[in-house]
């Protein structure tokens, strides 16, 4: 007999991202709830007081909502084989109070929530950060990481020579010099 998944997705979480949307995870199903291979997953999400809510489907283990209005949200996920949808997952729960700027993922309990605040949209690269000449600005909520270039090693702050060109060299002559010895 033929049978959709018996079991959830595990370790539903989420993060909140800025603009009203946040990032929803989950680990696989059960192996031995899986019942054959997942070809996708069902995430249901719906705002508290509303009679529907809405369902996206992703074949990736994570779904980015945007466009999320301010109250309360009800996220839970199911997977889908070849033979039906399994059962949804415990319902996590998210509060945004606006336009939010936090992250909680380490929660994955039901019982808790994320409360977030206001706070401005703060792009640091764009306004000047520290990064090192040769090193890429990447903004994170609240903060950015520097990434030194290709060729480049360091923190990012700073970012030293062209390793990469050096060891490449390097190797290219032992190569050289192992093949003229074997000769």
């Known amino acids: 007999?033929?049978?959709g998944p018996t079991g959830a997705p595990?370790?539903?979480r989420r993060t909140v991202l800025p603009n009203n949307s946040a990032?929803?995870?989950w680990n696989a199903v059960n192996c031995l709830d899986a019942n054959g291979p997942i070809?996708?997953?069902?995430?249901f999400y719906r705002l508290s007081g509303a009679v529907d809510g809405s369902t996206v489907t992703t074949t990736d283990m994570m779904l980015i909502i945007v466009n999320l209005a301010a109250g309360q949200y009800s996220i839970q996920?199911?997977?889908?084989?070849?033979?039906?949808?399994?059962?949804?997952?415990?319902?996590?729960?998210?509060?945004?109070l606006g336009i939010a700027l936090c992250a909680d993922e380490h929660i994955t309990s039901p019982h808790h929530y994320i409360f977030c605040f206001f706070l401005p949209e703060f792009n640091v690269c764009e306004s000047g950060s520290r990064c090192d000449a040769n090193a890429r600005c990447i903004d994170t909520p609240g903060s950015y990481i520097c990434l030194?270039?290709?060729g480049y090693s360091g923190s990012g702050i700073t970012c030293?020579?062209?390793v990469f060109?050096?060891?490449?060299a390097t190797f290219f002559a032992c190569y050289l010099f192992q093949w003229f010895i074997l000769m």
Request: charged share 25%.
């Open 1 to 3: 007999m033929c049978i």
């Open 10 to 12: 595990q370790s539903v």
């Open 23 to 25: 990032r929803i995870q």
């Open 39 to 43: 070809e996708r997953y069902r995430v």
């Open 77 to 96: 996920v199911a997977a889908e084989n070849s033979f039906g949808l399994g059962p949804f997952s415990d319902p996590i729960f998210l509060i945004l």
């Open 148 to 150: 030194c270039n290709q």
């Open 160 to 162: 030293d020579g062209k």
């Open 165 to 168: 060109e050096y060891i490449e």
